[in-house]
């Protein structure tokens, strides 16, 4: 187990939120876990489900379609278009779960790569939203434990060395 605890920063009243994360590796190959396709499914998404890439066109100008499946068979996709990947300081992009009701539920993520001493890495993301609603929505939606999650599986996959 990690000792660096995922943080969600979900102020009242604000249409954004922030996830930070410290990784016990350096910023090239945190950089390269959340966005190369081979090692994303690795790790992204809650322990009890699968990933699979439908499509990452992992560039300025790209786009990306993502399935999370359950132990049941069901699948909850996600997309975004990818506005900036700037290697490996900085991805921008946005984010939809296409299993509303309604689709325009996007969201800008803003994720920042910082190098730390010590060949550590600090991982924060800003994610702004169309309004409070949604953004209270994807903080009720259970999102903490996918997060959390996730980064738990990204420092395992970090501690085995096989980036």
């Not at 010590?118 to 949604?134: A, C, G, L, P």
Request: glycine residues 8%; charged residues 30%.
């Amino acid at each position: 187990m990690s000792k660096n605890k995922t943080t969600i920063i979900a102020d009242k009243g604000k249409q954004e939120l922030f996830i930070i994360r410290e990784f016990e590796a350096p910023r090239e190959l945190v950089f390269k876990a959340f966005n190369d396709p081979e090692l994303l499914v690795q790790w992204l998404g809650p322990c009890d489900m699968t990933m699979e890439i439908e499509k990452l066109d992992n560039r300025s100008g790209g786009s990306y379609r993502f399935l999370h499946c359950d132990t049941k068979g069901n699948k909850y996709a996600f997309n975004g278009a990818i506005h900036e990947v700037t290697a490996p300081e900085r991805v921008i992009r946005t984010f939809e779960f296409e299993g509303l009701p309604e689709r325009g539920h996007v969201s800008l993520e803003i994720a920042l790569f910082e190098a730390l001493e010590n060949n550590r890495t600090k991982v924060t993301v800003q994610s702004i939203f169309k309004s409070v609603e949604d953004r209270d929505g994807m903080v009720m939606s259970g999102m903490e434990h996918g997060v959390v999650d996730s980064h738990n599986s990204l420092d395992a996959l970090l501690a085995k060395g096989i980036i």
